[in-house]
């Protein structure tokens, strides 16, 4: 829950599925569409800086 501090309450909520996804994305998006996370969250992700974005993919390789 390392950025929950950018978390933001969506205005409705989404229910689609999504099969392009791998398995960790899938599990991911699935615990934020059940509510498992919190009441309809969604991640404010501009808010989250270009250097650690650089750094989680160095970690990649």
Known sequence: MEFS???EQ???Q???DLPCLTPPE???YNALRDNKLGDKVRLEQELIGFGWVQLAL???D
């Open 14 to 16: 989404t229910l689609r």
């Open 58 to 60: 160095s970690r990649l």
């Open 26 to 28: 899938m599990a991911l």
């Open 5 to 7: 501090g950018y978390w």
């Open 10 to 12: 969506e205005d409705k």
